[in-house]
């Protein structure tokens, strides 16, 4: 079965780069159907989406972070990556990568474990 | 922007149904899904679709959804639901289209 698993620093320092890589197994991330996300959870509080890729490359960010999200696909490698620039206090969360599934009304279907991100210098 | 109005929490007796709500402008047009997440785990998709159920997922998850509101109703709560509750829609009317998530529903079994 597909599983997800996020990997990546769990300290950044403020203004500086956040990067992130989801390792899909289980699975191929070229096969079609599927969406690949971004989410977040800042301590305590809801679920806020960041954006999500097709394996094709075609991505698509959520207006509130799009100036500083790029999201990206290595098919080879069977990952996809996050990164978030100028960061602040404020990026500060949990943040997980899920599989979007076209056969069932685009629900998140899979998630990752999460990995908590602190900005701090 | 699309907003979804959940209850911050609902309270409920093992064995009793609990109901928790999901309000949006005319979320009866949109395919609703709800998410269960406990404490330090990843969420996970209990319905989909307004009212259908991945494999895996007990019957006792369900849901309906019309006009301006979506319900998921657990049935025969268990001391093991206790629970973050979300909905999720995406929201078509934006470009691009947009995922929306609920505030998110604390579900505490008495």
């Known amino acids: 079965q597909v599983q997800l698993q996020e990997s990546g620093p769990g300290l950044v320092k403020p203004s500086q780069t956040l990067s992130l890589t989801c390792t899909v197994s289980?699975?191929?991330?070229?096969?079609?159907?599927?969406?690949w996300s971004w989410i977040r959870q800042h301590p305590g509080k809801g679920l806020e989406w960041i954006g999500y890729?097709?394996?094709?490359?075609?991505?698509y960010y959520n207006p509130s972070l799009k100036s500083r999200v790029t999201i990206s696909v290595d098919t080879s490698k069977n990952q996809f990556s996050l990164k978030l620039s100028s960061v602040t206090a404020a990026d500060t969360a949990v943040y997980y990568c899920?599989?979007?599934?076209?056969?069932?009304?685009?629900?998140?279907?899979?998630w990752g474990q999460g990995t908590m991100v602190t900005v701090s210098s | 922007s699309y907003v979804l109005t959940q209850p911050p929490s609902v309270s409920v007796a093992p064995g009793q149904t609990a109901r928790i709500t999901c309000g949006g402008n005319?979320?009866?047009?949109?395919?609703v899904h709800w998410y269960q997440q406990k404490p330090g785990q990843a969420p996970v998709l209990v319905v989909y679709?307004?009212?259908d159920r991945p494999s895996g997922i007990p019957e006792r998850f369900s849901g309906s959804n019309s006009g301006n509101t979506a319900t998921l109703t657990i049935s025969r709560v268990e001391a093991g639901d206790e629970a973050d509750y979300y909905c999720?829609?995406?929201?078509?009317?934006?470009?691009?289209?947009?995922?929306?998530f609920g505030g998110g529903t604390k579900l505490t079994v008495l």
């Open positions: 999720q829609v995406w929201d078509s009317s934006s470009d691009p289209v947009r995922v929306v």
């Open positions: 899920a599989r979007i599934i076209l056969g069932m009304a685009w629900a998140f279907d899979i």
């Open positions: 679709d307004d009212s």
């Open positions: 890729i097709y394996y094709s490359g075609s991505t």
């Open positions: 289980g699975g191929s991330i070229s096969s079609g159907g599927y969406y």
């Open positions: 005319n979320i009866g047009s949109k395919s």
